[in-house]
């Protein structure tokens, strides 16, 4: 029942605030994160090998930075279809982690399997709770993102992310990294999360807007460093998959290394940069972009908003956040940019050309 919206994706774009609300207080008890009954110890763990596919994959390229900068443990992060084939070493002390929404994504489940009697213990981030990958794990932690049905992931994703970030958080207050006090900032600043995205919801406009003159373009940009590199490619794959444009995405610092030659007014720019600590870097990134003739679209808090100057050819101003939290928040234009680009379109949103909103063979 698509509940009077458009398309599928659109209700679950916009259902967004009441679904993380929800989400989040199945993991909350109290000023404590609640992971079951046989909780889960991070305090043995060296380190953690994540594996999956697609957006679920970029919810852990995010994840990375969590565990690394709050937990100070070593992540690698993979793509289940390379990871399964390279047969990569897995030494004692590591945690296998996989994601995946359907928990029957092919490469996803053969590289839980590779893991199997090789890794200390197998954790799965799932939206299907009886699916194969959550069964062949030892603890299965369910997103409770409630049924997707358009085959382009949104709340799947921000409902990974939350689940992720609470891991990383608890791993950080086991490992001594932050005081129960910072915990407990921590816990308090994602729930006041759900209502900030009812404000970047209320964005939709201008965000259309922009959507219908970027999909004029051949080809689309998108640029972010740190946190919002994950949602950059995030963004590129939302749009190629549903609106079809050809869209790439770079960690900023990557420009001049290759992508600036694109670089044209044909070329959209779409850069994910609230003004946390590497904005400034991001800002001359910007303004190499629009040296050349590229029309940036910013997204970014006031702070940056004002810091970013008037050359920027359209801006969506999103409320301020702490640092960790961007990655949940920015995911909504990205997600509404594609949305808004396939229905200027015309395409089938909700069931894209040669997708499958399950990839269960390889
Ligand atoms: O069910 P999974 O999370 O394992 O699926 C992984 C990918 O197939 C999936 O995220 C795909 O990339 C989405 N269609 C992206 O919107």
Redesign the pocket.
Known sequence: DKAGYRHFMAKEIAEQPTVLAGALSAYLDGDDIDFGEAGLDFTGTERLTMV??????YACLTAKYWFERLAGLPVEVDI?SEFRYREPPITSGTTALF???????AD?LAALRYCRDKADRILSVV?VDESS?ARESDLALPIHAGVEVG????K??TC?LNVLLLMAIEAAFQRGRITAKEKAQHLADLRSLPGIFNVALERDEIIADSARDMVEARDVLFLGRGLMYPLALEGA??LK?ISYVHAEAYASGELKHGPIALIDASVPVVVMAPRDSLFDKTVSNMQEVMARGGNVLLVTDAAGAAAAGSEVWRTIILPEVPEMLAPLLYALPAQLLAYHGAVAKGTDVDQPRN?A???TVE
């Open positions: 999956a596919c697609g957006t679920a994959y289940a994601v995946s929404q359907s928990g029957e994504t996803t939206n990958i085959v382009a992931s949104t799947a994703f990974q794959l939302k998959e997708l909103k399950s990839v």
